[in-house]
């Protein structure tokens, strides 16, 4: 499996330096051959593999109120061992939202390592980011334990200031790659 992990790194075309960066810090993190799924709420081993999913529509985006980072994120999940980072987008998908893809999931689009915030701060994520489509016409029934609510915001009204903090920079490669 941790080839097929670092295949998925490897299959990320880099969107700027920092990117870049990641890249080379994952590769690195997954050669080491250190555990790569978290263990054990919330922390060990310190970093773990998030999918995170970034559902799209049309010029919308939907993101999750997560209860508890306090911020507006994909929806997602960590990585569990054995398990393909695309397997935990499928899982994670019907176990967060309610539905499932209606489409293969590709290979992801964005990686990001990034320190976590809110109650379970302490850890880093280590995040490949997905893209799946789906309609925001259909229904949706989110885990309303894990988040506060859900919302479809058009790209220029995502509200950065309260949200992952590579957002932006997804949302410019993403209109990059698709033209949008």
Known sequence: MRQQIRDEILSISPFDALERDD???????????VELC?????ATPPMHLVSYFVVIDDGY?????????????????????GEHPRVTVGRELEEELGFV????????????ITATVG??????????WYVLRASRHQSIKFDEREFEDICWFPFNEVPFE??????????????ISEKV
Do not use: Y
């Not at 978290?38 to 919330?42: L, S």
């Open 38 to 42: 978290r263990a054990i709420k919330p």
């Open 119 to 128: 109650l379970t701060a302490g850890h880093i994520d280590a995040s490949l």
């Open 23 to 33: 890249i080379s810090r994952c590769l690195t993190w997954i050669d080491s051959g």
């Open 61 to 81: 985006v939907l993101l999750v109120d997560h209860r508890n980072a306090k911020l507006w994120l994909p929806p997602g999940g960590h990585v569990e061992q």
């Open 162 to 175: 309260r949200a992952d903090p590579h957002m932006k920079r997804f949302l410019a490669k993403l209109a």
């Open 101 to 112: 893809a209606s489409h293969p999931i590709e290979a992801p689009l964005f990686v990001t």
